[in-house]
Protein backbone atom coordinates (compact mmCIF):
# COMPACT_ATOMS: atom_id res chain seq x y z
CA UNK A 1 0.00 0.00 0.00
CA UNK A 2 1.58 3.33 -0.85
CA UNK A 3 2.04 6.33 1.53
CA UNK A 4 -1.09 8.34 0.06
CA UNK A 5 -3.03 5.60 0.10
CA UNK A 6 -2.41 4.50 3.92
CA UNK A 7 -3.38 8.08 4.63
CA UNK A 8 -6.60 8.29 2.86
CA UNK A 9 -7.68 4.81 5.26
CA UNK A 10 -6.39 6.42 8.64
CA UNK A 11 -8.44 9.35 7.85
CA UNK A 12 -11.28 7.50 6.38
CA UNK A 13 -10.91 5.28 9.91
CA UNK A 14 -10.63 8.59 11.88
CA UNK A 15 -13.57 10.11 10.32
CA UNK A 16 -15.65 6.46 11.24
CA UNK A 17 -14.21 6.70 15.19
CA UNK A 18 -16.01 10.58 15.19
CA UNK A 19 -18.95 9.74 13.49
CA UNK A 20 -19.55 6.64 15.56
CA UNK A 21 -18.72 8.81 18.78
CA UNK A 22 -21.00 11.53 17.92
CA UNK A 23 -23.95 8.73 17.02
CA UNK A 24 -23.14 7.64 20.93
CA UNK A 25 -23.57 11.31 21.93
CA UNK A 26 -26.77 12.12 19.90
CA UNK A 27 -27.94 8.90 21.44
CA UNK A 28 -27.19 9.93 25.11
CA UNK A 29 -28.84 12.58 24.43
CA UNK A 30 -31.88 11.77 23.29
CA UNK A 31 -32.25 8.28 25.72
CA UNK A 32 -34.68 8.23 28.65
CA UNK A 33 -33.42 6.09 31.27
CA UNK A 34 -35.94 4.84 34.01
CA UNK A 35 -34.65 3.10 36.95
CA UNK A 36 -37.67 1.13 38.41
CA UNK A 37 -36.55 0.98 42.21
CA UNK A 38 -35.02 3.90 42.49
CA UNK A 39 -36.12 5.08 45.90
CA UNK A 40 -33.44 2.22 46.84
CA UNK A 41 -30.04 3.04 47.77
CA UNK A 42 -28.78 1.07 44.29
CA UNK A 43 -31.16 2.51 42.19
CA UNK A 44 -31.05 6.46 43.21
CA UNK A 45 -27.09 6.43 43.46
CA UNK A 46 -27.49 5.14 39.21
CA UNK A 47 -30.10 7.91 38.90
CA UNK A 48 -28.29 10.36 40.26
CA UNK A 49 -24.87 9.07 38.54
CA UNK A 50 -26.48 9.19 34.91
CA UNK A 51 -28.35 12.66 35.75
CA UNK A 52 -25.37 14.46 36.73
CA UNK A 53 -24.15 12.98 33.35
CA UNK A 54 -26.82 15.03 31.65
CA UNK A 55 -28.94 12.17 30.95
CA UNK A 56 -32.96 12.29 31.15
CA UNK A 57 -33.73 10.11 33.85
CA UNK A 58 -36.82 9.02 35.43
CA UNK A 59 -36.85 7.39 39.06
CA UNK A 60 -40.16 4.76 39.01
CA UNK A 61 -41.81 3.10 42.44
CA UNK A 62 -44.85 2.01 43.67
CA UNK A 63 -45.25 4.97 45.50
CA UNK A 64 -45.56 7.95 43.23
CA UNK A 65 -44.83 10.46 47.05
CA UNK A 66 -41.45 8.30 47.22
CA UNK A 67 -40.75 8.31 43.53
CA UNK A 68 -40.89 12.58 43.28
CA UNK A 69 -39.30 12.73 47.00
CA UNK A 70 -36.09 10.68 45.40
CA UNK A 71 -35.83 13.18 42.23
CA UNK A 72 -36.22 16.37 44.67
CA UNK A 73 -32.99 14.98 46.71
CA UNK A 74 -31.71 13.97 42.49
CA UNK A 75 -32.43 17.15 41.32
CA UNK A 76 -30.26 17.78 37.70
CA UNK A 77 -33.79 17.05 36.14
CA UNK A 78 -34.71 14.32 37.31
CA UNK A 79 -38.60 13.04 37.30
CA UNK A 80 -40.39 10.99 39.62
CA UNK A 81 -43.26 8.71 38.78
CA UNK A 82 -45.23 5.33 39.41
CA UNK A 83 -43.53 2.43 37.71
CA UNK A 84 -45.34 2.14 34.30
CA UNK A 85 -45.23 5.50 33.83
CA UNK A 86 -41.53 5.97 34.41
CA UNK A 87 -41.34 3.20 31.66
CA UNK A 88 -43.54 4.12 29.54
CA UNK A 89 -41.44 5.49 26.14
CA UNK A 90 -37.97 5.13 28.14
CA UNK A 91 -35.31 3.78 25.77
CA UNK A 92 -33.55 1.75 28.69
CA UNK A 93 -35.07 0.53 31.80
CA UNK A 94 -32.68 0.02 35.08
CA UNK A 95 -34.61 -2.45 37.31
CA UNK A 96 -33.21 -2.40 41.11
CA UNK A 97 -35.89 -4.03 43.19
CA UNK A 98 -35.03 -6.67 45.40
CA UNK A 99 -35.32 -10.34 43.83
CA UNK A 100 -38.61 -11.11 46.19
CA UNK A 101 -39.75 -8.25 44.16
CA UNK A 102 -38.63 -9.00 40.25
CA UNK A 103 -40.92 -11.18 38.55
CA UNK A 104 -43.92 -9.47 40.28
CA UNK A 105 -42.83 -6.08 39.24
CA UNK A 106 -41.83 -7.12 35.53
CA UNK A 107 -45.57 -8.60 35.29
CA UNK A 108 -46.83 -5.25 36.12
CA UNK A 109 -44.84 -3.00 33.49
CA UNK A 110 -45.24 -5.84 30.38
CA UNK A 111 -47.36 -3.99 28.62
CA UNK A 112 -45.50 -0.77 29.45
CA UNK A 113 -42.08 -1.37 28.07
CA UNK A 114 -42.03 0.34 24.15
CA UNK A 115 -40.61 -1.90 21.37
CA UNK A 116 -36.53 -1.97 21.18
CA UNK A 117 -36.46 -1.27 24.84
CA UNK A 118 -33.28 -2.19 26.75
CA UNK A 119 -33.86 -3.80 30.10
CA UNK A 120 -30.61 -3.60 32.46
CA UNK A 121 -31.14 -6.06 35.28
CA UNK A 122 -28.90 -5.72 38.74
CA UNK A 123 -30.66 -7.70 41.02
CA UNK A 124 -28.98 -9.83 43.17
CA UNK A 125 -30.41 -13.27 43.96
CA UNK A 126 -29.62 -13.40 48.06
CA UNK A 127 -30.62 -15.59 50.14
CA UNK A 128 -31.84 -12.83 52.46
CA UNK A 129 -34.72 -12.77 49.98
CA UNK A 130 -35.97 -15.73 52.06
CA UNK A 131 -34.46 -15.11 55.73
CA UNK A 132 -30.83 -16.38 55.01
CA UNK A 133 -27.69 -14.56 54.95
CA UNK A 134 -27.22 -11.07 52.79
CA UNK A 135 -23.55 -12.77 51.63
CA UNK A 136 -25.04 -15.72 49.92
CA UNK A 137 -26.74 -16.37 46.51
CA UNK A 138 -30.00 -18.53 45.76
CA UNK A 139 -30.12 -20.85 43.10
CA UNK A 140 -32.41 -19.67 40.10
CA UNK A 141 -34.30 -22.66 37.87
CA UNK A 142 -33.79 -19.87 35.07
CA UNK A 143 -30.09 -20.07 35.59
CA UNK A 144 -29.49 -15.71 37.19
CA UNK A 145 -31.59 -13.06 38.05
CA UNK A 146 -31.09 -11.70 34.06
CA UNK A 147 -32.25 -15.05 32.82
CA UNK A 148 -35.73 -15.29 35.26
CA UNK A 149 -35.47 -11.41 33.93
CA UNK A 150 -35.48 -12.22 30.19
CA UNK A 151 -38.64 -14.62 30.86
CA UNK A 152 -40.82 -11.76 31.72
CA UNK A 153 -40.05 -9.30 29.29
CA UNK A 154 -42.06 -8.70 26.28
CA UNK A 155 -40.16 -9.86 22.57
CA UNK A 156 -38.01 -7.60 20.97
CA UNK A 157 -36.94 -5.99 24.23
CA UNK A 158 -33.03 -7.20 25.07
CA UNK A 159 -32.11 -8.01 28.33
CA UNK A 160 -28.31 -6.80 29.61
CA UNK A 161 -26.73 -7.80 33.15
CA UNK A 162 -25.20 -5.18 34.57
CA UNK A 163 -24.28 -2.73 37.77
CA UNK A 164 -24.09 -5.49 39.93
CA UNK A 165 -21.00 -4.64 41.51
CA UNK A 166 -21.40 -0.80 41.79
CA UNK A 167 -21.65 -0.05 45.99
CA UNK A 168 -24.49 1.92 46.41
CA UNK A 169 -22.50 3.88 49.10
CA UNK A 170 -19.54 4.99 46.71
CA UNK A 171 -22.59 6.30 44.12
CA UNK A 172 -23.95 7.93 46.59
CA UNK A 173 -20.50 10.28 46.76
CA UNK A 174 -21.17 11.89 43.13
CA UNK A 175 -18.26 13.78 43.53
CA UNK A 176 -16.09 11.18 43.92
CA UNK A 177 -15.02 8.56 40.81
CA UNK A 178 -15.71 5.11 41.52
CA UNK A 179 -12.79 2.90 41.36
CA UNK A 180 -14.66 -0.60 39.95
CA UNK A 181 -15.48 -2.36 36.52
CA UNK A 182 -18.83 -3.07 35.86
CA UNK A 183 -19.09 -6.59 33.96
CA UNK A 184 -21.82 -6.47 31.34
CA UNK A 185 -23.62 -9.75 30.09
CA UNK A 186 -26.07 -10.21 27.64
CA UNK A 187 -26.84 -11.39 24.32
CA UNK A 188 -27.42 -8.34 21.81
CA UNK A 189 -24.59 -6.61 21.07
CA UNK A 190 -26.13 -3.73 20.38
CA UNK A 191 -27.96 -3.34 23.77
CA UNK A 192 -24.46 -3.98 25.13
CA UNK A 193 -22.78 -1.47 23.67
CA UNK A 194 -26.15 0.80 24.51
CA UNK A 195 -25.30 -0.15 28.41
CA UNK A 196 -21.39 0.32 27.42
CA UNK A 197 -22.31 4.13 26.85
CA UNK A 198 -24.39 4.37 30.44
CA UNK A 199 -21.43 3.06 32.01
CA UNK A 200 -19.37 5.73 30.42
CA UNK A 201 -21.57 8.22 32.34
CA UNK A 202 -19.96 7.31 35.68
CA UNK A 203 -16.54 8.83 35.91
CA UNK A 204 -14.33 6.08 37.41
CA UNK A 205 -16.02 3.04 36.02
CA UNK A 206 -15.31 0.80 33.37
CA UNK A 207 -17.45 -1.45 30.92
CA UNK A 208 -16.05 -5.03 30.87
CA UNK A 209 -17.93 -7.57 28.49
CA UNK A 210 -18.35 -10.40 30.12
CA UNK A 211 -20.12 -12.56 27.52
CA UNK A 212 -23.80 -14.01 26.78
CA UNK A 213 -26.68 -13.43 29.16
CA UNK A 214 -25.93 -17.03 30.60
CA UNK A 215 -23.00 -15.73 32.40
CA UNK A 216 -25.12 -13.34 34.78
CA UNK A 217 -24.77 -15.93 37.70
CA UNK A 218 -21.21 -15.28 37.70
CA UNK A 219 -21.52 -11.99 38.39
CA UNK A 220 -24.27 -12.21 40.65
CA UNK A 221 -22.13 -13.84 42.89
CA UNK A 222 -19.11 -11.86 42.42
CA UNK A 223 -21.62 -9.31 43.64
CA UNK A 224 -22.25 -11.51 47.05
CA UNK A 225 -18.43 -12.02 47.60
CA UNK A 226 -18.40 -8.40 47.80
CA UNK A 227 -21.03 -8.26 49.94
CA UNK A 228 -18.64 -10.78 52.08
CA UNK A 229 -15.76 -8.88 51.65
CA UNK A 230 -17.52 -5.53 53.18
CA UNK A 231 -18.75 -7.20 56.02
CA UNK A 232 -15.32 -8.81 56.93
CA UNK A 233 -13.63 -5.68 56.75
CA UNK A 234 -15.83 -3.62 57.81
CA UNK A 235 -16.20 -1.39 54.70
CA UNK A 236 -18.89 -0.16 52.54
CA UNK A 237 -17.67 0.29 49.25
CA UNK A 238 -15.26 -2.49 47.93
CA UNK A 239 -15.33 -2.99 43.93
CA UNK A 240 -13.73 -4.86 41.62
CA UNK A 241 -10.97 -4.08 38.67
CA UNK A 242 -10.27 -6.70 35.91
CA UNK A 243 -6.94 -6.70 34.75
CA UNK A 244 -4.74 -7.78 31.61
CA UNK A 245 -7.70 -6.92 29.16
Not at 124 to 132: F, T
Not at 141 to 165: I, K, L, M, N, T
Request: aromatic share 2%.
Amino acid sequence: MSRESAEKCRIVSDRARLASRLRSIIDNVERTIAVVGGTGAEGFGLALRFARAGAAVRIGSRDLARAQEAARRAGNGVVGMLNADAVRDAQIVVLTVPLAAQIATLKSLKNSFQPGAILVDATVPLEAAIGGRVSRTLALWAGSAAEQAARYVPDGVAVVAAFHCLSAEVLAHADQPVDCDVLICGDSPDAKAAVRELVNLIPGARAVDAGPLENARLIESLAALLISLNLRHKVKGSGVRITGI
